[in-house]
């Protein structure tokens, strides 16, 4: 048997190898960095107060040459006799002389309120707003506008009013929390138009205190952004998708059939280029809304083929000869994945799976989806939790049992002593190496919440956002890349049938030797050969 390139390969191409790894690993933190601005842009609005009497007319602009009639304050509205069902909050997006574009590939609207505090008009506790809200695009100045959506959407207004409600303090206003209303998955059209208003009568909106203002805040990912991820997708997803390819046919150019760890780096690869097709592409010229989904998706793909490969690369490495290569031997591990992930799966299919009907749609609407959600997602990270456990676990049984092959080496000849040094400490490093890319995940995750979102070197600014985001794909693709190259089998064919054989078990005790060789063939490299415990009689 041949073994695999990680065992093979000279300590000098594979210093080489870590360096060029380390390369491109740095090149990606770089590009996003230096080169991609910050990944989304929060523009802000004040909604203009319009008049529509009885709902007459169409689509009410808030500025322009067809502008609305506007009033400034409610004390306009009562000195005209208006009510609150004659005032709609019109919001253009974006800002005059700015177009949208598909490179934004998504947009969120969030709604803040200022509500002043009135003793005889205060917030109720747990109070619901209703909002009629229509949506509308153009493409021109000059057409008319398109109805995209009309929904009339409830959502619980939470505020607090920290100081002490008394009648000097009347006027101040509430703290109230932003409040989540669209959700588009494509920004096909270079005109929005947002219509908002708040019926009243006997049962709606009553309790909700004096508004004085609506805020709106648009979100949405910044175009030189998105150039430079589709870029680094397109880059990657061939190289990939070569390398998947490459490592298949060096699999089946053996005599044996695939073990299970070959069969699982075999699906990390797939979900690696899964993940990177670079789909976006061909969202430039659609209208495609499913796109966050899908993103979702891909995402999810991913994240469960590799904790999958993290437990299977560890207890091949680890389990008894007779429980080896067989995938009903870590149901509980992948089955806390699966499980973790369906019910994320199912949370997503319920947010933005609506949002393709509605984009105003929302599972926090509610109290009883609220509740849902929530445990959707404490489940879920229960799950996760049981699983790096599991993990953690298995990593140091597989430490301490090349520990325990260790201190067999003092008694081999020098040669041989020399080579298993090696490929345990190549094995080792590899580990190593995978825990490192978990724990720099979290690390620059955490750097990204408690910085600014930039800093300053020079006379270069670095976006630590686009970095983490930009380093972490990056990261992942060399990862998997590495693992693909270095656990492919070796073109080496320079040892004979009875070194091989000598070479299979030479850790073992002598009265093992005969019953190990059995099993230990059909290993792909010597460190899962050598780690394993002989089974229990």
């Known amino acids: 048997m041949s ?83 004659d005032i709609v909050f019109a919001v253009h997006v974006p800002l005059p002389n700015k177009e949208m574009s598909p490179w934004f590939q998504f947009m969120l609207v969030v709604l803040q309120f200022d509500i002043a505090f009135k003793m005889i008009n205060q917030i109720e506790e747990g109070v619901i707003i209703t909002i009629d809200a229509g949506l509308a695009y153009r493409d021109d100045v000059l057409s008319n506008w398109t109805t995209t959506f009309h929904s009339v959407e409830q959502r619980p207004l939470r505020c607090m009013f920290s100081i002490p409600k008394t009648f000097e303090n009347e006027g101040r206003f509430y703290d109230c929390d932003p409040i989540p209303f669209i959700e588009l998955g494509s920004v096909a059209h270079k005109y929005y138009l947002i219509n908002l208003r708040l019926p009243v009568n006997d049962t709606m909106n009553v309790g909700i205190g004096e508004i004085k203002d609506i805020h709106v805040v648009g979100i949405h990912q910044n175009g030189g952004f998105t150039k430079v991820w589709i870029s680094m997708k397109t880059v990657f997803s061939p190289w990939i998708f070569a390398a998947t390819a490459w490592y298949w046919g060096r699999i089946s150019l053996m005599t044996r059939p695939p073990v299970l760890l070959e069969k699982v780096i075999f699906a990390l690869g797939i979900s ?60 509980w591990q992948v089955g806390l994945v699966v499980f973790g992930s369906s019910l994320l799966l199912i949370f997503d299919l319920s947010e933005r799976g609506g949002h393709l009907s509605n984009p105003f749609h929302s599972v926090w609407a509610s109290a009883f989806g609220t509740k849902v959600a929530i445990t959707f997602i404490i489940v879920a990270a229960i799950s996760v939790c049981l699983y ?29 002593r020399l080579r298993y040094k090696g490929i345990i400490f190549r094995f080792k490093f590899l580990m190593l190496v995978t825990l490192a890319c978990a724990a720099m995940t979290v690390i620059f995750f955490i750097i990204t ?20 985001l930009t380093g972490i794909y990056g990261m992942w693709n060399l ?31 002598p009265e093992s030797q005969e019953t190990q060789l059995t099993y230990c063939e059909q290993g792909p490299t010597e460190s899962y050969r050598i780690t394993g415990k002989v089974a229990e009689e």
Request: charged share 15%; aromatic share 14%.
């Open 272 to 331: 690696m280029t899964f993940l990177n097709v670079p789909v976006e592409w061909l969202s430039m010229g659609f209208e495609w809304t499913w796109m966050l989904l899908f993103e979702d998706v891909q995402r999810g793909v991913f994240y469960s083929t590799l904790f999958c490969f993290w437990i299977i690369f560890c207890g091949e490495h680890l389990m008894d000869q007779s429980q080896r290569n067989q995938l009903s031997a870590y149901w």
């Open 449 to 468: 919440q408690v910085s600014e979102g930039h800093w300053h070197w020079g006379d270069y600014t670095l976006q630590v956002h686009s970095a983490f």
């Open 388 to 416: 790096f456990l599991s993990l953690c676990r298995m990593v140091g049984s597989v430490f301490r049992n090349i520990g325990g092959k260790m201190q067999q080496l003092p008694a081999m000849p020098q040669a041989r």
């Open 479 to 509: 990862y998997v890349f590495t693992i693909i190259f270095l656990y492919a089998p070796s073109h080496k064919h320079n040892r004979n049938k009875t070194g091989d054989r000598q070479q299979t078990d030479v850790l073992e005790t």
């Open 3 to 85: 073994g695999a390139i990680i065992e093979n390969m000279s300590t000098k191409k594979l210093v080489v190898f870590g360096f060029i790894i380390l390369t491109f690993q740095v090149l990606s933190v770089l590009v996003g960095g230096l080169i991609a601005p910050s990944p989304t842009s929060a523009i802000h609005y004040l909604a203009t107060k319009c008049v529509a009497r009885h709902r007459a007319g169409g689509w009410l602009m808030p500025w322009g040459s067809n502008r609305c009639q506007k009033i400034y304050n409610f004390d306009d509205a009562l000195a005209k006799t208006l009510d609150a069902n």
